[in-house]
């Protein structure tokens, strides 16, 4: 797995990021893209069109009136990305508060083999036993409680330097 997060890593860092610089400084096609981000065209193209279905770049289409071939103009929709950030940061917090307020209201029982993890109610309707039999421990949820204390934490922050460097002075 880390091996993987690595790479996506290495993915965004080394293509990804430049190619979005460069549109935000104002290349704009793709060719022109390819060579001052020194990326293979293939791949600015395959980015490019990632970007636009996220809704983060879009193109505009003209004729050359010589050759009579299209040429893209891309851009980098700024306003686009800050509010799609915010929206999805937005939507994860919410999602960890939900489980903060869970965890915080509730106790917990388990499977000693990992099988389920039932708050009071669900463990009382099965007679605290779990699917295959054992006893349901109770499980204290105190380290469940501060982990989801550090991610909306993190998130925060994360949102708070986005927005921040994103800002236009
Ligand atoms: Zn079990």
Known sequence: MQYIA??????VENT???IIKALIDGVETDEE???????????????LYKLYDLKIANYKRSKDPDTQWFTYS????EDELIEK?????????????????????????????GHVRYNFDEASDDEFFCVCGEELMFQDNEEVIESIKTKIAETESDLKSFNK???KD
Not at 6 to 11: A, K, Y
Not at 33 to 47: D, F, H, M, P
């Open 33 to 47: 893209i390819a060579n001052s981000t020194e990326i293979k065209l293939n791949i600015v193209r395959r980015i």
């Open 85 to 113: 950030v915010n929206e999805e940061s937005e939507k994860v917090l919410a999602q960890l508060k939900d489980s903060l307020l869970k965890e915080e209201h509730n106790i917990y029982f388990a499977c000693p083999h």
């Open 74 to 77: 891309w851009k980098f929709e």
């Open 6 to 11: 690595n790479d996506i890593h290495n993915t």
């Open 165 to 167: 460097k994103m800002a």
């Open 16 to 18: 990804i990021i430049p």
